[in-house]
């Protein structure tokens, strides 16, 4: 079996495009997935497929299922717990931040190396990222929200669709995958 996570972006975000976890279990077993878990409400599901599939390709299958289930789009980005366990090991913010100074900003794909050399024109100390793969590191030294890297942020430099979890979330992702 090939175990996956999704991270779905923006769904029971202040009662807005809500989806109930139980429902999204069931939605994902209509797909042929199995060993299905979810964890909190903002759209992380762990599961197993009978088959490899493309990650973006897989993302798009969900999606398209969402949509058509409760009538509004919502990205959905595919990791391995491979991918997952890397990420924590290479997050080169780790040493001497706070657990919730750290953020892990997902990226649908790898981006152009044009628009990778464009980001880095930019800085918005004492916030802090790093690029790896298609993982953004952040190091938000206040609140996540107050700061300028937030998705849309990524999304337009980068031309890539993004959804970011805080550090406590990726870490709580490998542990319940590993069960």
Known sequence: MDKKIAILRGINVGGKRKILMADLRAHFEALGFSNIV????SGNVLFESKKKE??????????????????????????????IENAIKINPFV????????????????????NLEKIKAYNYEPDKFEIIGQDVFLFIEGKYHKSKLTNKFFESKLKVSTT????????????LSNK
């Open 38 to 41: 979810t964890y909190i409400q």
């Open 54 to 83: 493309n990650p973006p390709k897989l993302g798009q299958k969900i999606a398209v299922m969402i949509d058509d289930k409760y009538g509004f789009e919502v990205p959905v980005i595919i990791r391995s717990v491979k991918e």
């Open 95 to 114: 040493d001497g931040a706070e657990i919730t100074q750290l953020h892990l900003t997902f990226l649908n794909e790898t981006p152009s190396a044009e």
């Open 164 to 175: 970011t979890r805080n550090w406590k979330t990726v870490n709580k992702l490998l542990e």
